[in-house]
């Protein structure tokens, strides 16, 4: 539905749930996004990522796009189920009051994507798509703080941190703290004019 340089940001289907488990699976993955136990989570946990999927604004899943190799990238309709991109992970956008147009991002991204830009190109995606399209007056995150190549990627992209939760996650024998970041829709222009 959505593209970006070099990604597809398409909506949920019920097929996407078994990778979406599996990526959760990864402990490495797992420790940056949940608070609870790092355990391999069984196949009824599908139904609960279908139900969040289902409850957000926006959930999105990103795959890579596909080159013809002539450097000239195929449109997803030109793609088969078969030949179609990699999947890289998700993102969504939840509400808790929509009154106060504050959308809650969430990312998360197979670990062999990481470092490759493609977190800051969705972010970006989604944070100018939140102001521009859907009426938001600010987009915020939650971010675990040992979690510093996603924090750094927050500062850049323009969010600030307006909080933190101290010794929140218990994590490879010690405790980190929660980060509550956010922008506001007066910021993005100045960062996207920028």
């Known amino acids: 539905m959505f ?28 420790s940056t996004i949940t608070n609870e136990y790092i355990v391999p989570r069984g196949s009824k946990f599908m139904d609960k990522i279908a139900a969040s999927a289902e409850d957000a604004v926006m959930f999105l899943i990103i795959e890579t796009r596909v080159r013809d190799g ?47 830009g493609y977190g800051e190109e969705v972010t970006r995606f989604v944070v100018d798509y939140c102001f521009h399209s859907l009426g938001l007056h600010r987009v915020s995150l939650l971010v675990f703080s040992g979690n510093d190549r996603a924090v750094n990627l927050y500062k850049k992209v323009g969010f600030v941190e307006e909080g933190r939760k ?21 910021e993005w222009k100045a960062v996207d004019s920028a």
């Open 3 to 30: 593209t970006t340089e070099r990604l597809y940001l398409r909506g949920f289907e019920s097929s996407d749930a078994r990778r979406i488990l599996d990526m959760w699976n990864n402990a490495d993955v797992q």
């Open 166 to 186: 101290r010794k929140v996650n218990w994590i490879d024998g010690q405790w980190e703290d929660m980060f509550y970041m956010g922008i506001l829709k007066e």
């Open 70 to 116: 002539s450097d000239e990238t195929v449109s997803r309709n030109e793609q088969t189920k078969t030949e179609g991109g990699q999947f890289v992970g998700t993102t969504s956008i939840t509400m808790g009051h929509p009154k106060n147009r504050d959308g809650i991002f969430g990312i998360n991204i197979e670990p062999k994507f990481w470092g490759i």
